[in-house]
């Protein structure tokens, strides 16, 4: 089942000599600064005429870079004798929107150092019996033993637990692929081939967006964009809460490329509300507003305070689109003074008036500044709202993603060319059938929040709806409410019935390392009366991988043909059609084939491939996409032109809700958008905190989008002498998450260092460049201090998805306030210090609530670092194939 290049080429594994890899290495490193485009750049037009690449390459192909940025690119790979020698990037199209190039990023285009890296798994590894996970000692043994062993742990635990006791992993590192996809969890080949075994437990939201996910359904009935934003064009005013893209979605040709065409042309005025002057506020910001993680919702209460003293809100359109902002447009039933505007009087439980004094308190922007920014956003009419997610990746970040949604709509926002609803931006995007997935439907009911498996792990069977958010399975492609509701709005209870007892996980690194709080995720996984089986596909020796029991190695996009869906931010559709650059290295395999065959040994085979190949399957997709849209290429047609694009103008969200809300009602039971809501109100009710981990303050659920002060937020900061940081991990430009964290020339060029305030380092005598700890209750990392005014005093963010690197504490010398109960992680992840205290309605992530403490390392610790960080992952472990 090896996929080929034609019919008859070699279908052993081939892995480039190191002779031969060299050699490439060599000329492609060497003639870098001759070709027409460069590794980091864009392509030099004087050159542009000239042979493009290398001029003797075998052949060039389409791939594309499948991680999960939020953008996709198209890469050109140029092959010779059988490797990869040259990464080129997209060349159609143009520089007009909506037909865009689509160049890749720095990372995209170092995807050779990613593809033939160290790491790279080689062969299907088993853990030594009588080891511990994470002890890193392997025996490598055949993909038969692998996957017999495998099934036959399968078949025990399914004949003892059921069906419930599988999980299939959150994993996002190929989820720009069909065939190859691994995530939605729903549409993988892991979920098909246990969709097949009789079922798993599905999980819903994801890490990027567990918070407001559920938010949604309160608010607006369920997910919805904002406008795309090219549509920003038509705004007076651009207003960014927590959003990056010119970090996060760094494709060329697509929301980097898109808001600063807007902006070069258009120059709409741009305020970015962000803790960090993040990259989008240097090119795009015309006005940073610093503010204190996890404060959102308290600056917005103290804008609209003013705007409603001064009548600047926009009435008209709360009466007839909104209940819940007053008295007057309640729910029956309400109790009084529970609107948003007696919250804003000080009428609620409460009793405090949300000024901008009160405000200024929490959040950290002058009274002066939030009245000002009131009437400025108020007057701009329309105004273009969005939030990125970092805003709602906090411990009540519910409330906080429902508040940026509830200012558009004061300010009459959503529906209209040049506004947008406050939720993220939208973007044009072909629909692409998905027939794989949706054939083979998963038999189980049951469904937790992606977050709550290590729970699930330890005590799934006391799980419930309202101690642990257990919902039921929704229908495919709604990503709605789980939690079930009766007729009389009240929450019904499901309960899990078994616990997790066997983990798959596919191009994911949230075994260990991605989801939280790295100690005492380990400590769960290495009880192994818990867990019992741990199976990890992956391209690389990840983190995660360390802590499995059976660890296969996958191939990458390289090695694979398939299709992947464009995301640019703005009016362009567009799909790519990737063809095999290469052989499947060593004895790598792609998920499809790895899935098939364990699927014989669960005599399973013929359910999971349906009788039909990876090709057929992916013919078909084309095939029953056309059905629905015949102005798509044919599957023969796509492969040749490598990437299809087309002009689908501008998103304009919730148009027809605004043009005619009595004819297109929102899913919400008023039909409205519901600034208050009942259904949460009566969740509040039967929500039960403090069963599996003590109660913390903000585990509340809130009828209205509050300001709720929580556990390690802004104002317990103030209080906590041991830890009065913040501390936040934004996503990198180095890594997509973990991915391409090992890629040598991008830890060159992107350092993981710990971003703080000079004030913060002046009063610890810390320096820029210093080797510092910083550390809390649950964990010590050590890393370099990057001293920047670009951060609000009383903050520190360590970019997250740095890979976990535990030495032991007592060669160390640990500063005061750090205990020795835990390793000194030396990678400098910031899931060594995050918590695993879910978030009280989505039980989601909290990632950026942190408190922590920072302090100077002891000298000689600089160089410690150099020495682990840029060395391979897997040079420890021991069993592992090193390259020759
Ligand atoms: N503290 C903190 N933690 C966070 C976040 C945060 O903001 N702060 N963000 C969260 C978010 S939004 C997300 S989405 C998650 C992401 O978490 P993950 O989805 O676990 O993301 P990655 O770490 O990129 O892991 C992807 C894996 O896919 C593998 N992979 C990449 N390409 C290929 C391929 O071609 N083939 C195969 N077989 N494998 C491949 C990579 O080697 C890598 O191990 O992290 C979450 N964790
Ligand atoms: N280069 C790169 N790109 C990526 C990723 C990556 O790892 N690297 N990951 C991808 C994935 S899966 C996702 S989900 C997206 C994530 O996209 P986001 O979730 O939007 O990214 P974050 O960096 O978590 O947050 C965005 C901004 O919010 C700020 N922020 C943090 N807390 C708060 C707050 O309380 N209030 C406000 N107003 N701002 C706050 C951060 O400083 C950051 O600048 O990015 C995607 N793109
Ligand atoms: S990491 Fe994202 S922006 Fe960069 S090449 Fe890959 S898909 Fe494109
Ligand atoms: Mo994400």
Not at 217 to 242: C, E, I, R, T
Not at 416 to 443: M, Q
């Amino acid at each position: 089942m090896t996929q080929t290049l034609s019919p008859g080429a070699p279908t052993e594994p081939q892995g480039p000599s190191r002779r031969t890899f060299l050699k490439w290495s060599g000329v492609a490193a060497g003639v870098a600064g001759l070709a027409a485009t460069t590794d980091l750049g864009m392509p030099d037009p004087a050159q542009a005429a000239s042979t493009e690449g290398l001029a003797d390459a075998d052949r060039t192909v389409w791939s594309a870079c499948t991680v999960n940025c939020g953008s996709r690119c198209p890469l050109r790979l140029q092959v010779k004798d059988g490797t990869i020698v040259r990464v080129l990037p997209d060349n159609t199209g143009d520089d007009t929107l909506g037909n865009q190039r689509v160049r890749a990023c720095v990372r995209g285009r170092s995807i050779r150092q990613r593809i033939y890296n160290p790491d790279r798994l080689k062969k299907p590894m088993k853990r030594k019996p009588g080891t511990k996970r994470g002890d890193e000692q392997w025996e490598e043994i055949s993909w038969d033993q692998a996957l017999t062993e495998i099934a036959d742990k399968m078949k025990e635990i399914k004949a003892k637990y059921g069906n419930e006791a599988f999980y299939v992993q959150y994993g996002t590192g190929t989820l720009g692929s069909v065939m190859s996809c691994s995530w939605p969890p729903n549409a993988t080949p892991q979920a098909r081939l246990l969709n097949a075994f009789g079922g798993y437990l599905d999980h819903y939201s994801d890490y990027s967006t567990t918070a407001i996910t559920q938010a949604y359904p309160y608010f607006y009935g369920a997910w919805v964009n904002s406008n795309s934003f090219d549509d920003v064009s038509h705004a007076k005013l651009q207003v960014m809460f927590g959003n990056n893209p010119l970090e996060t979605r760094m494709s060329g040709g697509g929301h980097t490329f898109v808001t600063q065409e807007i902006k070069r042309k258009h120059g709409v005025r741009t305020i970015v509300i962000d803790p960090r002057y993040s990259d989008t506020s240097v090119a795009l910001g015309d006005e940073w507003v610093a503010l204190r993680p996890g404060t959102d919702a308290a600056l917005i209460a103290g804008m609209i305070y003013v705007m409603v003293e001064e009548n600047l809100h926009d009435q008209a359109f709360l009466d007839k689109y909104c209940i819940g902002f007053d008295e007057a447009h309640m729910p029956e039933g309400a109790p009084v003074n529970s609107s948003y505007r007696s919250y804003l009087e000080g009428k609620g439980a409460d009793g405090v008036a949300k000024t901008p004094e009160w405000a200024a308190d929490i959040c950290g922007v002058p009274a002066a500044t939030i009245r000002r920014l009131a009437r400025e956003i108020a007057n701009a009419k329309p105004a273009a709202i969005t939030q990125g997610w970092g805003p709602q990746r906090h411990a009540n970040g519910e409330n906080t993603a429902r508040a940026i949604f509830l200012l558009a709509c004061v300010t009459g926002n959503p529906g209209i060319p040049g506004g947008g609803t406050g939720a993220r931006e939208g973007a044009a995007g072909l629909a692409i059938a998905n027939p794989f997935y949706t054939e083979l439907v998963n038999p189980s009911e049951k469904i937790i929040s992606c977050f709550s498996w290590l729970d699930a792990i330890d005590h799934g069977p006391q799980m419930n709806t309202f101690n642990a958010g257990v919902g039921v399975k929704p229908k495919p492609g709604v990503r709605a409410l789980k939690v079930p509701i009766d007729e009389n709005m009240q929450p019904e209870n499901t309960s899990l019935e078994v616990p997790i007892k066997a983990v798959f996980q596919y191009a994911s690194n949230s075994l260990v390392n991605q989801t939280g709080n790295n100690n005492e995720s380990v400590t769960i996984l290495q009880d192994e009366s818990k867990c019992e089986l741990i199976v990890t596909t992956d391209i690389m020796y990840t983190v995660s991988a360390r802590y499995s029991d059976y660890v296969l190695p996958g191939t990458s996009t390289s090695e694979e043909f398939d299709y992947h869906d464009g995301a640019n931010g703005g009016p362009m559709a567009y799909g790519i059609v990737s063809e095999q650059a290469i052989e499947p290295l060593y004895e790598t395999k792609s998920i499809f084939d790895i899935c098939t065959e364990l699927a014989a040994k669960l005599d399973i085979e013929q359910e999971f491939t349906g009788g039909k190949s990876r090709e057929d399957w992916l013919r078909l997709t084309i095939e029953e996409s056309r059905k629905k849209d015949p102005e798509l290429p044919t599957w023969d047609e796509w492969k040749k032109m490598g990437i299809y694009r087309r002009n689908a103008g501008p998103v304009i969200a919730m148009k027809d809700f605004r043009e005619d809300p009595q004819a297109n009602p929102l899913s919400t039971p008023s039909g409205k958008i519901e600034i208050y809501s009942e259904r949460l109100a009566k969740m509040a009710k039967v929500w039960e905190f403090g069963v599996f981990r003590p109660v913390l303050a903000g585990d509340v659920i809130k009828p209205l989008p509050e300001f709720v002060a929580t556990w390690e937020g802004a104002l317990e900061a103030q209080e906590n002498k041991d830890y009065p940081l913040q501390v936040i991990g934004h996503h990198f430009k180095g890594r997509t998450h973990s991915t391409y964290g090992n890629v040598k020339m991008l830890k060159e060029a992107h350092t993981q260092t710990a971003w703080m305030n000079p004030t913060d380092a002046e009063q610890r005598g810390i320096k820029n460049g210093d080797a510092v700890y910083v550390f809390n209750e649950r964990g010590t990392v050590q890393l370099r201090a990057y001293v920047t005014q670009r951060i609000i005093p009383g903050t520190v963010s360590i970019p997250q998805g740095a890979w976990y690197k535990p030495l032991p504490s007592a060669d160390f010398s640990l500063p005061k306030g750090a205990d020795g109960k835990h390793p000194v992680d030396i990678g400098g992840s910031v899931n060594t210090l995050t918590s695993l205290h879910p978030t009280p309605l989505a039980k989601g992530l909290p990632s950026h609530t942190v408190l922590a403490q920072i302090a100077k390392a002891e000298s000689g610790a600089l160089e410690k670092i150099e020495d682990v960080y840029y060395k391979p992952y897997s040079a420890n472990a021991a069993g592992i194939s090193k390259e020759d």
